[in-house]
């Protein structure tokens, strides 16, 4: 009787390398069937997509926009444009920023004046500093939301808002603990006010020889608590 050949055993190495075979395809098998499921191009696509409206959505404020007066001797505007606004970023027409209006308990506005004290051929310039005290919040910090009034005891001298040409509203973010002033100053050209008297350039100019007057401020319906004394010589 012809003797039977043994059938060889794989060795153990062979086992190994089957195995490892076996599951790199496993595994690349569950990596394409985790594509077609998650689809994490679709998902970038989306982040992508929304990221602009988000960043709209959070524009600050850098700085005011300047109210334009034309409260100067012979009609000529000395204000600074209105809509010459930024420093910084502007917000975007439309965009809505994220978060609760401000409270006015929480907003601090103080009126600044570029010197203490003005010789006779020196117009005073007025500028608004506004520091959020509490939470990010939004406020109307447009041209169509501030007002800077000069006083002489009881009388009102001048208020920015009688020969304002075209005032905007303009809501932005204002962060917590942020402080934002005037992108330019506006010029007083020491006249008195009145509308109806905008281009007129016989208006009374106000007496100098060292006479006080007061500059307080309002914007987005916070006003100033306490008014910036200056002297006009």
């Known amino acids: 009787m012809t003797g039977t050949t043994p059938r060889r055993r794989p060795s153990p190495a062979v086992y190994r390398r089957r195995r490892l ?3 790199i395809a496993l595994l690349v098998i569950a990596g394409v069937v985790w594509l077609l499921i998650a689809q994490p191009w ?8 929304k990221k602009p409206d988000t960043e709209q959505s959070q524009n600050s404020a850098e700085s005011l926009p300047v109210p334009s007066s034309q409260a100067t001797v012979g009609g000529t505007d000395t204000g600074v444009v209105e809509g010459a606004v930024v ?4 917000p975007t027409p439309g965009a ?3 978060a609760a209006p401000c409270v006015a308990s929480e907003i601090t506005v103080d009126p600044v004046t570029s010197a203490d004290t003005y010789a006779g051929d020196q117009n005073p310039q ?3 500093t506004l520091t959020n005290n509490g939470a990010d919040c939004t406020l109307n910090v447009g041209t169509s939301a501030q007002s800077f009034t000069v006083t002489s005891g009881d009388d009102v001298w001048w208020r920015s808002t009688d020969c304002q040409s075209e005032p905007s509203d303009m ?3 204002i962060a917590a603990g942020q402080t934002v002033s005037s992108a330019a100053p506006l010029t007083w050209d020491r006249t008195r006010s009145a509308v109806g008297t905008c281009a007129d350039g016989n208006r009374p100019l106000a007496p100098g020889g060292g006479s006080s007057y007061h500059l307080s401020v ?3 319906g916070v006003a100033s608590t306490e008014p910036k004394q200056f002297l006009l010589y």
Do not use: M, R
Not at 42 to 48: G, P
Not at 87 to 90: C, L, Q, R, S, W
């Open 21 to 23: 075979v076996l599951l």
């Open 96 to 98: 809505t920023p994220v």
């Open 218 to 220: 309002e914007i987005g």
């Open 126 to 128: 007025f500028s608004i």
């Open 171 to 173: 809501v932005v973010l």
């Open 42 to 49: 679709a998902v970038a696509a989306t982040d992508s997509s």
């Open 87 to 90: 420093e910084g970023a502007t």
